[in-house]
């Protein structure tokens, strides 16, 4: 789906949206059989919450399966939100900076 920054309480009319566009729409999905849902994991949230939320899912497409009759199906890609650590310093910075550091640890001792 493309759409970011919607409520969870939104989520059946987004996936109504998503599911059933059938190219009408070009930044949805052609069809349903092409549709998926992305759920990005926070390695800094617990099983329960990721659980909870995947019920949430589940709960809205088969609200929507029902009201459309049909055969859609939920597919749904898991991926990691990761923190991508900064890269190194270049090696005349690490000397900039532990000579900095110095100046202010002899300063303020």
Known sequence: MIDEGYSID???HILNRHYLNNGKVPNYSESSKKAFVQVTIDSSKNG?????????ITRSFDKIKVEVNDTIELRIFLGYFTK???PPLPPNMINKFEEEYKTFYIKNQ
């Open 10 to 12: 939104e989520l059946k």
């Open 48 to 56: 329960k919450q990721l659980k909870d939320l995947l019920l949430k």
């Open 84 to 86: 991508i650590p900064p």
